[in-house]
């Protein structure tokens, strides 16, 4: 067995929580290591959906411990409310759940600031989901946040609120912004939320290292995708954390020596939600077509997703900047009805080809998609349980994907539930599973 990290290939919503979900069986822990509570994982067990937005899908696992990493920036109100909602469903959280003492805290004067900042006259807004995930990372970078382990240290974490609210308060009266927040009593409801997580607060890099050592498995568990990395995405629409495979070492405090493998999960297609390029988006009727076919909406906030086509270049990048070992292509059974399947294998950037990606939003926003068209196959793929048993054009379709991008297709997912999966026999991701 090994210690692995599984993480979007695309800009996110690739699928991601099933995947944690099916291979967490096979490990002892499961870590989330950046994001909030904007990043929505769902899952299918049987008839039952689940809406995993903080914690770990691994918590659907009994037995397996699930991480929130020192990376993720959390808010208490959402985890708390993620906590019950798991609890009655069964789920015994407290038992399986660490939160890194070191992980950072939003206030609700984040999301205040986030909305002044995404109206801005002078700003292109970025489209995010205003619960204050970047502020709270902005404070971070500042060095003014406040991490878990001072909101459970109630001398400092007054001490830092105070100046916290007031820095705050001071930016919102400047900008003629109301701030309409009882200091005192929004102290108190944290101080309350300290004592209601302390019992599953921890060291977490401390316990991931004593695990390792102890032979025990790891996954890491990617939000959002890699074309949403603060360094690597489309900047400046990207989020605020690095959500490529490098940020697995930095948002869970384990060193890159310790993993074994990266798995990247892509759609069959691609999707985008919020602002920002998008070469291969398809604004006719078949993007509304696979859009319907898909689900195509936010599990977290319900905003319909920008559905285009496969991308190779942008697979090609994800692949150099994370080293992909396998890649695991979802939703093959969205396209079963498709006369024709375009995919992008080269961008025209300024009358130049290339399959290089731009590093500027001005040259993003000028590519051009250069497509080649593959037959579809007409014919449902659901339930299917091995590569033999897909259509002849869906086989090809995939070996398409697999020779341009230059990495093995290790798994196909057909469907969103844990057993419309298939694990390609002998692939690199079979061994790396174990």
Request: charged share 25%; net charge neutral.
């Amino acid at each position: 067995m090994s210690n692995l990290i599984v993480l979007g290939a695309q800009w996110g919503d690739e699928g991601k929580g099933k995947m944690v979900d099916l291979f967490s069986e096979k490990f002892d822990l499961v870590v989330r290591y950046q994001g909030g509570h904007n990043a929505g994982h769902t899952v299918y067990i049987g008839p039952v959906k689940y809406v995993l937005k903080l914690i770990p899908s691994g918590i659907l696992r009994p037995g397996v411990q699930a991480v929130i990493g020192n990376g993720v920036v959390i808010d208490p109100a959402a985890l708390l409310d993620e906590i019950a909602t798991l609890e009655k469903a069964g789920i015994e959280v407290a038992k399986q759940l660490v939160i890194s003492n070191r992980a950072h805290v939003i206030f609700p004067f984040h999301r205040i600031v986030e909305k002044m900042s995404e109206a801005r006259k002078d700003r292109t807004a970025i489209g995010t989901t205003s619960r204050g995930i970047g502020p709270c990372y902005e404070d971070k970078i500042a060095r003014r946040g406040v991490r878990i382990a001072d909101l459970l240290d109630t001398g400092n974490f007054r001490a830092l609120y105070e100046n916290l609210i007031d820095d705050k308060k001071t930016v919102a009266e400047a900008f003629g912004i109301p701030f309409d927040i009882d200091a005192a009593a929004l102290r108190t409801q944290y101080e309350e939320f300290a004592e209601r997580i302390r019992p599953m607060v921890a060291d977490s890099s401390t316990l991931l290292r004593d695990a390792m050592n102890g032979g025990k498995n790891v996954l890491f568990e990617g939000a959002q995708g890699t074309m949403l990395d603060i360094d690597h995405g489309t900047y400046p629409f990207v989020t605020s954390s690095s959500a490529s495979a490098g940020g697995a070492c930095t948002g869970a405090g384990v060193p890159p020596t310790r993993i074994n493998g990266v798995i990247g999960v892509s759609k069959a297609y691609i999707t985008r939600v919020g602002g920002g390029p998008f070469p291969t988006e398809d604004h006719t009727e078949v993007g509304e077509q696979i859009r319907k076919a898909g689900k195509e909406f936010g599990a977290v906030t319900g905003r319909p997703r920008r559905c285009g086509w496969f991308d190779v270049p942008l697979l090609r990048y994800t692949t150099a900047v994370n080293g992909f070992d396998s890649l695991i292509i979802t939703k093959l059974d969205v396209l079963d009805e498709l006369e024709r399947i375009p995919v992008c294998t080269a961008y025209k950037v300024n009358g130049r080809t290339t399959t290089d990606m731009p590093a500027t939003n001005r040259e993003l926003e000028s590519i051009e998609a250069v497509y080649e068209t593959l037959p579809g196959w007409k014919s449902s793929t659901r339930g299917l349980t091995s590569l033999d048993a897909l259509p002849e054009a869906a086989r090809r379709y995939l070996d398409f994907l697999q020779d341009k991008t230059g990495v093995e297709v290790g798994c196909v997912s057909l469907g969103p539930e844990r057993s419309e999966t298939i694990v390609v026999p002998g692939s690199r991701l079979e061994k790396l599973l174990g």
